[in-house]
């Protein structure tokens, strides 16, 4: 008996250490995760219905204030961000994929894309 409790208890424990993933897009050639590359989740996906790339504000060091765009533009280096949307089709959820330095750093669904 102390030795079920022992395993069960080990079991339990690795399954509250052991990493989550938050968010996955199911495609054909197998699901894309948060931290995969663009090439990553181009190849198991496809092309997205729409493609959009931007500069994130940059912020002063430990605020939440962002850098004036002219010291901003000169000074530090932009931060690009790349949105895909997937149209899934009917009955589902557009998936809005956010790429940030080239790897996938969030997925979320809704009616329209973010």
């Known amino acids: 008996m102390k030795h079920a409790l022992h ?3 080990m079991f339990v424990l690795f ?3 052991s990493p989550v ?3 996955a897009l199911r495609c054909s050639q ?3 995760y948060e931290g995969d ?4 989740v181009l190849y198991k ?3 997205p219905a729409l493609k959009d790339t931007f500069c994130d504000p940059v912020y002063f060091p430990g605020t939440l204030q962002p850098v004036p765009s002219p010291f901003a533009q000169s000074l530090v280096p932009c931060l690009p ?3 895909w949307v997937y149209d899934r089709g009917q ?3 557009i998936a809005t994929v956010r790429f940030r330095g080239g790897v996938v750093q969030s997925i979320s669904y809704g009616r329209q894309p973010e």
Request: net charge neutral; aromatic share 4%; with cysteine.
């Open 15 to 17: 399954f509250l250490v």
């Open 91 to 93: 009955g589902n959820l």
């Open 45 to 47: 996906c496809g092309q």
């Open 21 to 23: 993933k938050a968010e």
């Open 7 to 9: 395993t069960v208890g």
């Open 30 to 32: 197998g699901s894309a």
């Open 81 to 83: 961000v790349e949105v």
């Open 37 to 40: 590359s663009r090439v990553s």
